[in-house]
């Protein structure tokens, strides 16, 4: 069974542009979350969705957004890009609707912002 | 809120020795923890989970852990630790009424032959 997948597996941005990233869960898996890592901040949570709604959503602005498809393949997008946003975005899925599931995890995203 | 402590950013075990990761964590209601490990340049990868049960977990690679619901504490451990365990482990809570999982920092594993 193929693992997570997420393209670009790098990307470089200039400020002020926006950028989205893609992820495509390991099959059967109906929950996908987003994670941002960073040596200063570790991982942070962006938000899951699970059936293409959104269950919960972490303390990012509001520049951050996600969406998640009916093939369960999810994208999350920055917009007006700043030097801070740069790291290793992660994503993650995990099979079940319940909460005591582990997750999966992709190789990442990592964004450069120049 | 829930939050998770790894008071160690590193921590440094000779080959063979039994090595200690150590977590606390902070949950209302029963958590759901977990400990992933990630080696360089690739995403984490699942070790083991306490849902219920037995204190004692065990998991991949020979790891096992210990939760302890007075000290609210979760460590990593392995009897005899091998020089390919270096790596950053992260240890996780999610409670279990929420759909947000809350990572430690990590603490860095250098194991020396």
């Known amino acids: 069974k193929a693992g997570v997948t997420q393209t670009p597996r790098y990307l470089i941005k200039t400020r002020g542009q926006q950028v989205t990233l893609s992820c495509s869960p390991i099959s059967g898996h109906r929950s996908v979350s987003w994670y941002q890592q960073t040596p200063g901040q570790g991982l942070q949570f962006l938000f899951e969705y699970f059936s293409e709604t959104q269950r919960n959503k972490g303390n990012f602005p509001g520049r951050f957004s996600g969406r998640q498809f009916s093939n369960s393949r999810s994208e999350m997008n920055v917009s007006t890009l700043e030097l801070g946003d740069s790291a290793l975005y992660l994503c993650a899925s995990s099979w079940q609707k319940s909460t005591d599931n582990e997750q999966f995890f992709g190789p990442g995203t990592r964004l450069t912002v120049l | 809120a829930q939050s998770v402590a790894q008071p160690e950013d590193q921590v440094n075990v000779a080959e063979g020795n039994p090595l200690t990761v150590k977590c606390t964590y902070s949950?209302?209601?029963?958590?759901?923890l977990f400990w992933y490990v990630q080696y360089p340049n690739r995403g984490l990868q699942f070790l083991l989970k306490y849902i219920t049960g037995d204190n004692l977990v065990k998991g991949s690679y020979g790891f096992e852990a210990e939760f302890n619901k007075s000290q609210t504490s979760f460590h990593l451990k392995k009897p005899s630790a091998l020089v390919s365990d270096s790596a950053l482990y992260f240890c996780?809570?999610?409670?279990?009424?929420?759909?947000?999982?809350?990572f430690g920092a990590g603490t860095r594993l250098f194991v020396k032959a």
């Open positions: 996780a809570v999610r409670d279990t009424g929420g759909f947000k999982t809350i």
């Open positions: 949950v209302s209601g029963n958590p759901y």
